[in-house]
């Protein structure tokens, strides 16, 4: 069985035209694949920056995914949200 780690961060966000936001994020997989250990969705909190159009959160992700097969990719949906 192969396994995927997804390790990293949701960082920021520029050039929205509200600066007061936060991002919803979730994975979306096929039936072969399998969540081992992590988070299938989140949230950040929200930020607001006064100097510049960036939005900064340093998020961590971290999610272990085991797959039976390649059929079925995974992949990453962000939206993001203002306040």
């Known amino acids: 069985m192969a396994e995927v780690h997804i390790i990293g961060e949701i960082s920021h966000a520029k050039d929205f035209p509200r600066p007061e936001l936060f991002c ?3 994975l979306q997989f096929g039936n072969n694949w399998k ?3 992590g ?4 949230q950040t909190q929200v930020s607001c920056s006064q100097f510049d ?4 959160w340093c ?6 995914l ?4 390649i059929q079925g ?8 949200w203002s306040v």
């Open 24 to 26: 919803k994020w979730h």
């Open 73 to 80: 990719k995974y992949s990453a949906c962000r939206k993001f």
């Open 66 to 69: 085991a797959t039976a097969g």
């Open 53 to 56: 159009n960036k939005s900064k």
């Open 59 to 64: 998020f961590p992700i971290d999610i272990h």
């Open 35 to 37: 969540l081992i250990s």
């Open 39 to 42: 988070k299938k969705e989140g």
